[in-house]
């Protein structure tokens, strides 16, 4: 039997960017709230692998040269008051939101 096709998680976009097109500041805000979630990681992860490390459920990334905060939607199920920070820190400093979903890279030639 055939195994059925893997689903990539949905994902929230944070930008740093404000309804009105300005530029968030502090510049390393994106840094600093993924910092902050840093903590939440999937069950069964080794300390060892924990030291220092953003958790794969928030993620600090640039696109077209915006700073933005990449939410994997699992964090809901993990630490659903994390999750509500998350977006709450976007709707409190008036930051653009997506859904959307990271592709990978593709292959290189």
């Not at 903590?39 to 692998?49: D, L, M, N, T, W």
């Not at 600090?60 to 939607?73: A, G, L, Q, R, S």
């Amino acid at each position: 039997m055939a195994e059925p096709p893997k689903v990539k998680p949905k994902e929230v976009f944070i930008l740093g960017i404000t309804s009105t097109g300005k530029t968030f500041r502090p510049s390393d805000w994106s840094e600093r709230l993924c910092g902050v979630m840093s903590q939440f990681k999937p069950p069964g992860r080794q300390a060892s692998q924990q030291h220092l490390v953003y958790s794969p459920y928030c993620l600090p990334i640039v696109m077209n040269n915006i700073k933005c905060v990449v939410v994997d939607e699992r964090l809901r199920e993990v630490e659903p008051m994390a999750f509500n920070f998350v977006l709450n820190f976007a709707r409190d400093n008036d930051l653009q939101v997506l859904d959307a979903c990271l592709l990978p890279d593709p292959p290189s030639p």
